[in-house]
Nanobody, 116 residues
Framework: QVQLAESGGGLVQAGGSLKLSCVAS????????FSWYRQAPDKQRELVAS???????NYADSVKGRFTLSRDNAKRTVYLQMNSLKPEDTAVYYC??????????WGNGTQVTVSS
């Protein structure tokens, strides 16, 4: 059974930093791509960043230059380092991967709140 567990969210002032983690189990971690999404109140879930099995990364324009996505295959963990946080980054952040059957797997999310 594929499980994703996010952690690292919290309350931070604008300009601050947080590092989110996503630990995966039940899946061949090293061959999988992972993505981080976020959903703010009354808004649609949006893609923040993604990382391939080969560690290629892509970022939404809104976070380029501020967020860095990385992975540690030995720890089965994907990290999202978020710097220069803004109030508009406030959202629940979700980790996602795709199983061999094409099914999307999501974690339960971690809340990030940035105060102005």
């Amino acid at each position: 059974q594929v499980q994703l567990a996010e952690s690292g969210g919290g309350l931070v002032q604008a300009g601050g930093s947080l590092k989110l983690s996503c630990v995966a189990s039940g899946i061949s971690f090293s061959v999988k791509a992972f993505s981080w999404y976020r959903q703010a109140p009354d808004k649609q879930r949006e893609l923040v960043a993604s990382i391939s099995s080969g560690e290629s990364t892509n970022y939404a324009d809104s976070v380029k230059g501020r967020f860095t996505l990385s992975r540690d295959n030995a720890k089965r963990t994907v990290y999202l380092q978020m710097n220069s946080l803004k109030p508009e980054d406030t959202a629940v952040y979700y980790c996602k991967t795709v199983g061999y059957n094409g099914q999307d797997y999501w974690g339960n999310g971690t809340q990030v709140t940035v105060s102005s």
